[in-house]
């Protein structure tokens, strides 16, 4: 399967705990989006990497949460402190900025804060 | 900032043809989408339409922009049940704006 993946599909952890997903794009895709997806709506941009520069952060994107792409491949999101606001869907793409940018979104981490 | 709206739900009859509507502010956006999302599936590309084109046909599919109203529509024409989904209204620039996304019904 050369699509982007996503581990864990769904994670369960109680308000307080640190959590870390993790996001691979499809190879040699040079651009990497984080959204967000709350039950009745539409995916939020959060942020988004080119190579390994994170170039636009959300306002969504609070203090608690921290996105890396260390390498130019694969990324990581860790929210620290989790709050029941913080239960979502949370979608990974990738894109090749010079080959028509098309975003290609992975399955999703589904998170649920207790 | 940007804002993209669309009606939340749509009932059709099968075989009958779906319009869902999308108006939106931005006006820079090169791409405008279509997404479709089903339950427990992820987020596929239906069609897209650029900037520069009034209108876009793909199979079933109908895409018309109207940029000085801002307004785009997808048209589905003889609608079957394998269509009920959320559809969403999407603009891109490089990151992608989303509406809330209209729930399509399928009625027997």
């Known amino acids: 399967d050369t699509g982007v993946s996503q581990d864990p599909r769904h994670k369960i952890t109680k308000r307080g705990q640190n959590v870390t997903f993790r996001c691979d794009p499809i190879?040699?895709?040079?651009?990497l989006y984080w959204y967000r997806q709350t039950l009745g709506q539409g995916p939020e941009f959060l942020t988004y990497f080119q190579n390994e520069a994170q170039l636009e952060k959300s306002r969504l994107l609070s203090d608690r949460f921290s996105a890396e792409r260390p390498k130019g491949s694969f990324s990581t999101l860790e929210i620290q402190h989790t709050e029941q606001g913080d239960s979502a869907m949370y979608l990974c793409?990738?894109?090749?900025?010079?080959?028509?940018?098309?975003?290609?979104f992975g399955p999703g981490t589904r998170l649920t804060v207790l | 900032g940007e804002d993209v709206e669309q009606s939340l739900f749509l009932s059709v009859r099968e075989g009958d043809s779906s319009v869902i509507n999308c108006t939106y502010t931005d006006s820079s956006s090169t791409y405008l989408y279509w997404y479709k999302q089903e339950p427990g599936a992820g987020l596929q590309l239906l069609t897209y339409?650029?900037?520069?084109?009034d209108m876009k046909q793909d199979q079933r599919l109908t895409v018309l922009l109207n940029k000085k109203d801002k307004h785009l529509s997808l048209r589905i024409a003889d609608t079957q049940t394998g269509d009920s989904a959320i559809y969403f209204c999407a603009l891109r620039d490089i990151k992608i704006i989303f509406g809330k996304g209209t729930r399509l019904h399928i009625l027997p």
């Open positions: 793409a990738s894109s090749h900025a010079n080959q028509g940018d098309e975003q290609f």
């Open positions: 190879s040699e895709h040079n651009r």
């Open positions: 339409i650029f900037s520069n084109m």
